[in-house]
């Protein structure tokens, strides 16, 4: 297998498609391969020093007339096409459609005649809601067309791109992935005594606090199940919902049981604490989420939507209700935390369901086979 050097495009922030992003080149870059993330800021999961690992940072220049809306796209496509020339890429993967895509695809053109291969990693919301906005439908139609490859993280997401978009080129499934050297059950977790001081059970939750995750949802399922067990809630992350959640967790008078981490970089310290994992959302193409709480051996409550069917088998590796049925939920909490041989039975299915089908060695070989097929066709 020929060593590649790779770029990477992606959203920085703490969102999974960036973790996607961050840990594939990481791990791309420990097979040999030379990574260049192209992105606003330094990627939250990137930590440590690999010579293999560049960085390059994507600015957008200032001017009065910009005030509401820094050309970010066109900015990304000088970069891309910047770094493409200067270390001779052999491609460039761009996570998130909107507007990695249409940036790789204008960087492709000024680069001609240098050849610039693009990939394109669907992950969501770039189809599922930004790209149905009639602003950005026919754009984010055109770069997916455009691209030399394209990805999708479940075959949901696959099967609402062919919909939505009317995409007649092949997409290739390619599942997220976990760490499971990483992401592992601890017998004594030391974030347990912080979320439960008095022996309370713990529910976990990690998003970026927008309104596809439910969290009122999550709020009254903690309700019910707090006022049959001593329960504590541990709300990991941040975003457009937090006030608003904090503001229904002191009205339902259960603020003192709700522990508000934040945005936390190190969450494989943090899961392992969790008895259970919930993650009601309206709309989840993979919930990587709910993926790294499994490979912790923690069972996940989720929503029976999009992707998460695909990670979670229902009744063996975890439990799945309709996003809004609190009743359902609540019941199945109960049950878990009520019944300990349940819970570590469905948390070892749910770890060995990680390790075989979603671990990270497997997957990344996958991309590399992609990248191998894109750069030779
Ligand atoms: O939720 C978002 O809008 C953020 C988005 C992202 O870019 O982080 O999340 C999506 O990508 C993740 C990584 O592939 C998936 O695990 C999430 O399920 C997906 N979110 C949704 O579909 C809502």
């Known amino acids: 297998m020929s060593r590649l050097k790779i770029g990477i495009v992606c959203y920085p922030t703490l969102g999974g498609s960036g973790v996607v992003a961050t840990e594939l080149g990481k791990a791309l870059a420990k097979l040999g391969n030379e990574i260049h993330f192209i992105t606003t800021g330094h990627p939250s999961r990137l930590s440590g020093y690999d010579e293999r690992v560049y960085l390059h940072k994507v600015v957008t220049g200032e001017y009065p007339l910009f005030q509401q809306y820094a050309p970010y796209s066109l900015s990304l496509a000088v970069k891309i096409r910047e770094v493409a020339e200067q270390y001779r890429l052999d491609l460039v993967h761009v996570h998130y459609a909107i507007p990695h895509a249409a940036s790789a695809f204008l960087a492709k053109e000024m680069l001609k005649p240098q050849r610039l291969p693009t990939m394109t990693t669907l992950h969501g919301t770039d189809i599922t809601l930004v790209g149905i906005m009639p602003s950005y439908y026919e754009i984010t139609r055109f770069s997916i067309e455009k691209s030399d490859a394209v990805t999708a993280v479940s075959e949901f997401l696959r099967r609402e791109t062919v919909r939505e978009f009317r995409i007649e080129r092949p997409i290739e499934v390619i599942h997220n992935f976990v760490d499971t050297e990483l992401f592992r059950p601890k017998a004594s977790c030391a974030a347990r005594t912080r979320l439960s001081p008095n022996g309370e059970k713990v529910l976990m939750h990690i998003s970026n606090f927008r309104k596809v995750k439910n969290l009122p949802?999550?709020?009254?399922?903690?309700?019910?199940?707090?006022?049959?067990?001593?329960?504590?809630?541990?709300?990991?992350?941040?975003?457009?919902?937090?006030?608003?959640?904090?503001?229904q967790a002191e009205d339902m008078g259960i603020i003192d049981r709700v522990d508000f981490l934040g945005d936390q970089e190190f969450v494989a310290e943090l899961l392992p604490a969790a008895d259970v994992f919930l993650l009601p959302s309206q709309h989840e193409s993979f919930g990587l989420a709910a993926l790294e709480a499994m490979a912790c051996g923690v069972p996940v409550v989720g929503s029976r939507i999009g992707g998460l069917p695909e990670v979670i088998i229902h009744e063996e590796t975890g439990y799945l209700c309709d996003p809004n049925d609190v009743a359902c939920m609540s019941a199945i909490v109960l049950g878990l935390l009520r019944d300990e041989d349940l819970r570590l039975k469905i948390g070892r299915a749910a770890r060995a369901r990680a390790e075989q089908e979603f671990n990270r060695d497997k997957v990344v070989a996958r991309y590399?086979?992609?990248y191998q097929r894109l750069v030779s066709a």
């Open 368 to 370: 590399v086979d992609a």
């Open 217 to 247: 949802v999550l709020l009254q399922v903690f309700n019910d199940v707090q006022k049959h067990i001593p329960a504590r809630l541990a709300l990991v992350g941040d975003g457009p919902e937090r006030e608003s959640v904090e503001r």
